[in-house]
């Protein structure tokens, strides 16, 4: 089975200060990754995804993450935040071989202190 | 592209009715997700459906739960009768079907059950 952990539920950094939001994952076979952003009262958006093509992704909105394989990590970076960065961040994960649904982990509400 | 179309987009109806809540994928994908997020269990894959025909259906949380999917272009997800507990915002969502795909999801609707 697949799982999801972002440590963190709720992250603070000023303005302009980097943006680190952490996501370790679990799965038995080399995973699919991916980073969403939600905007209050709104729907799923993709920032960006991990399909094993380079290990550094960049994004949109300025967004980058690193798939670790040694560290099973894929922790989501901005290098100045933005106060329209304010929102909910999840990480999900599928495992290769089909279309499966996505497991998400349980968020980080990320706030931008101005 | 319109997108992943849900509605209603929020519901409010009292406990033991009946709730049907509606679906359109984008046009072209092949799969559609029906996902359940709460406070307390975050983001939960409840069925999918490739072609129209139920995949998985593993997450759909007890009997009182239905979805079909009559034609590529349409989704219901009844709750028959509904519950306080199943308060919650259903998301829709859509691809292609190919491993690396990501997934497009719709606004949502938000169900309260009082």
């Known amino acids: 089975a697949q799982s999801v952990t972002q440590l963190g539920s709720h992250v603070s950094v000023s303005e302009g200060a980097l943006v680190l939001l952490r996501c370790n994952y679990s799965?038995?076979?080399?995973?699919?990754l991916f980073w969403y952003v939600q905007y209050p009262n709104q729907g799923l958006q993709l920032l960006l995804k991990?399909?094993?093509?380079?290990?550094l992704v960049k994004g949109i909105n300025g967004f980058e993450a690193e798939f670790k394989k040694s560290e099973t990590s894929f922790h989501l970076t901005k290098p100045s935040a933005h106060m329209s960065d304010a929102a909910e961040y999840f990480c999900?994960?599928?495992?290769?071989?089909?279309?499966?649904?996505?497991?998400f982990g349980k968020g980080t509400h990320l706030i931008i202190q101005p | 592209d319109a997108g992943v179309i849900q509605s209603p987009r929020h519901e409010v109806t009292e406990m033991g009715q009946e709730v049907t809540l509606r679906c359109k994928p984008i046009?072209?994908?092949?799969?559609l997700f029906w996902y359940r997020q709460t406070m307390m269990r975050g983001l939960e894959l409840l069925i999918y459906f490739n072609n129209n025909v139920p995949i998985d259906d593993s997450g759909m949380p007890e009997d009182r739960f239905s979805a079909k999917m009559p034609n590529a272009s349409f989704s219901t997800l009844k709750i028959q009768p509904s519950e306080p507990r199943d308060s919650a915002v259903y998301f829709c969502a859509s691809n292609r079907g190919q491993v690396e795909d990501e997934q497009y999801f719709g606004p949502g609707t938000r169900l309260t059950v009082t």
């Open positions: 999900a994960v599928k495992s290769g071989g089909g279309a499966d649904g996505l497991t």
């Open positions: 799965s038995s076979v080399p995973p699919y």
């Open positions: 991990y399909t094993s093509a380079a290990t």
């Open positions: 046009s072209g994908h092949d799969y």
